[in-house]
């Protein structure tokens, strides 16, 4: 550290400490918080002589915050960018050595494979190349405070080269702080996350706002299911759209959750609804080709699920029960089953996995004695 940081940074933690300290004397208490009371703050600032009023030693308290982050990004994460540019550069370079001992100290556990994303992704002379130039110092200090940093470094990496040259995503980056940093905040908290989200990319644009993490109301599913079943004629080609909507509904929640914009009980809602909407479509898709003809067929919720409690592990209880108009009707046990076979056809997604325990269908009135319930795992946690 040269003489110029060295004399910033020892003002800084100086005013920092000063402040902590008149904040435990006001009190005699050990706390390490800001006041955020008009009067609290007005008398901070008398006490301690660094602002004439509340909003301004705010304003103080802010910039030292920032000039901290700046200097430590200048000092310990840019440099590493000049360990991989091999470019002349105004600032400390480092060797590779010494770049791959910084990282791991950071929390990188195999820092030369992180040291090859960070060359692959500031390379050349595009507008990405700038951008994550420009940024990754900041994002390499917010993945060593993830859970997994090696897991969201490379996954920002595939991203990022899926997404290319996307206006809407260097825009993010380069001017929505907070959207990058809950970028990294998710892609270093969940494998199964960055894993839909590699394969859904412009869901990234989401962390921008708020409201479009919130889970959508089943109305509003149901009326989507409606659309996908009268847009395609084709059974399988309408299956899949409805498998592609339901791994978009999830990934919404669970980027929701990581981030703390979803209770814990919109959660279980959201997820419910998200169920129920699949099931519904594809056993509208089960009765196109006329095998329901002459059956009632019912899906009941039972458990967690039937209580709109479903978690990202959860199980959810189903139990099918179908009716014969016909009493008399010989076909209607395997028509049925049959109904039950299309639905596992219809919703099985190897990306969000079900489990795979036997489905049995029941006559309507023998359900209350002999029915069986199926569990099928609506996908995985997003923590895994």
Same mark, same amino acid.
């Given at each position: 550290m040269g003489r110029a940081e060295a004399t910033e940074f020892d003002r800084d933690y100086r005013e =920092?400490? !000063?402040l902590e300290h008149r904040i435990q004397l006001s009190r =005699?208490?050990?706390t390490h918080l800001m006041p955020t009371g008009e009067e609290e703050l007005r008398i901070l600032a008398r006490a301690t002589g660094l602002a004439p009023s509340a909003e301004e030693l705010v304003e103080h308290w802010h910039a *030292?915050?920032?000039? &901290?982050r700046n200097l430590h990004e200048r000092l310990f994460y840019r440099p590493l960018l000049t360990a991989v540019a091999r470019r002349p550069e105004e600032e400390l370079a480092l060797s590779t050595d010494s770049a791959v001992a910084r990282l791991a100290a950071i929390g990188f556990? #195999?820092?030369?494979g992180a040291l090859a994303h960070l060359a692959a992704m500031t390379s050349g002379v595009s507008r990405r190349a700038s951008i994550q130039r420009h940024l990754l110092p900041a994002m390499l200090q917010w993945f060593a405070d993830g859970t997994d940093p090696d897991l969201g470094l490379l996954a920002f990496r595939r991203l990022s080269d899926g997404l290319g040259e996307s206006y809407w995503f260097l825009r993010m980056l380069r001017d929505s702080s907070g959207a990058a940093q809950r970028l990294t905040t998710v892609l270093s908290s969940?494998?199964? &996350? %960055? #894993? !839909?989200l590699e394969r859904i990319p412009e869901a990234a644009s989401w962390l921008e706002d708020d409201d479009d993490l919130r889970p959508r109301s089943l109305e509003t599913l149901a009326d989507e299911t409606r659309a996908t079943l009268a847009r395609h004629d084709d059974t399988t080609a309408a299956a899949q759209v409805l498998r592609g909507s339901r791994r978009r509904e999830i990934l919404r929640i669970a980027l929701g959750a990581i981030v703390g914009v979803v209770t814990i009980d919109d959660l279980g809602r959201g997820l419910s609804a998200i169920m129920t909407a699949t *099931?519904?479509? %594809?056993?509208a898709l089960a009765r196109r080709d006329g095998k329901a003809d002459g059956l009632e067929f019912a899906v009941i919720a039972l458990g967690r699920y039937g209580g709109e409690e479903l978690g990202f592990g959860s199980d959810a209880d189903v139990l099918f029960v179908y009716r014969a108009v016909d009493p008399d009707d010989a076909t209607a046990q395997s028509r049925a089953s049959q109904i039950v076979a299309d639905l596992h056809r219809f919703t099985d997604d190897p990306l969000v996995p079900s489990t795979s325990t036997p489905i049995y269908a029941r006559r309507a009135r023998t359900a209350r004695s002999c029915g069986r319930s199926t569990r099928t795992r609506p996908t995985t946690p997003a923590g895994r």
């Open positions: =920092l400490r !000063l =005699l208490r050990r *030292i915050k920032r000039r &901290v556990r #195999d820092p030369r969940s494998r199964f &996350v %960055a #894993d !839909l *099931i519904a479509g %594809a056993l």
